[in-house]
């Protein structure tokens, strides 16, 4: 895939996805994970240097830094509504946080994985950016955090309604959250698709859990290699 190729192939995967996926209504038809198999697909298959296709789709990269940008309007428009429930909008972000760490630590440990393993994965709910910091600080590897993160968000986007769904979650302020703070930026992509409060409390929990995920990942960590000495 030639530099010059690389934007239009990406788009029009893209946009075929999104039309395929309208008309099957299935969760496996995702607009993200399938463009994504097709490129890499693709760059094995005519065997391209990665480096080139990265560097093709550099003004896409710069609109989705926009992209997450807006993601500021719904919470703007919901204001009100999130105030009313702050409280347990912050207690359940939190929970989510000590879940998601405390799950990865405990079967880690069950399993004997190395505590270099254990740093990169246990950040796997949180925005790429952010991940790859909180789990460098603790001596994990940022590459493994970041392909951990990216399928995770994947996962949540495609599974993450009719999940819920099956639950009987159907409130949209619960739904954005548990999307914003299983899936972070990929859930909540998906959760904007859904609806605008959807979107706004997926956006909310997403920057929340992000928060206070680098601030209770490390000490965490810390407990639990002291614990295992």
């Known amino acids: 895939m030639t530099f010059w190729l690389a934007i239009p192939v990406t788009v029009l995967f893209y946009l075929l996805t999104r039309k395929l996926a309208r008309r099957l209504n299935s969760p496996l038809v995702n607009p993200i994970m399938i463009p994504a198999l097709l490129v890499i697909g693709g760059l094995l298959a ?46 359940c972000c ?14 880690g440990g069950l399993i004997h994985a190395s505590p270099e393993l254990l740093a ?9 950016p952010l991940a790859m910091s909180v789990s460098e600080a603790m001596g994990g590897i940022p590459a493994i955090a970041a392909g951990l ?4 968000g994947m996962m949540g986007a495609i599974v ?18 548990a999307m914003g703070a299983g899936a972070h930026a ?15 409390f ?15 990942a490390p000490p965490l960590f810390h407990l639990y290699l002291w614990l295992m000495v």
């Open 94 to 107: 939190s929970l989510s946080v000590l879940i998601s760490v405390g799950t990865t630590l405990l079967i």
């Open 202 to 216: 997926s956006s909310l929990a997403m920057v929340v859990c992000g928060v206070v995920t680098a601030l209770l």
């Open 149 to 152: 993160v990216i399928i995770v």
């Open 120 to 128: 990169s994965v246990a950040t796997k709910s949180i925005t790429t």
């Open 186 to 200: 990929i859930g909540t992509g998906a959760a904007a698709e859904v609806g605008t409060t959807q979107g706004a």
């Open 46 to 91: 005519t065997n391209q240097d990665p480096a080139d296709y990265q560097a093709g789709t550099e003004p896409l990269s710069l609109l989705l830094e926009l992209a997450v940008v807006a993601f500021a309007l719904p919470l703007y428009q919901q204001a009100a509504k999130i105030r009313s429930q702050l409280k347990p909008i912050l207690l």
């Open 160 to 177: 993450g309604f009719p999940l819920m769904r099956l639950a009987g979650i159907h409130h949209p302020e619960a739904q954005g959250l």
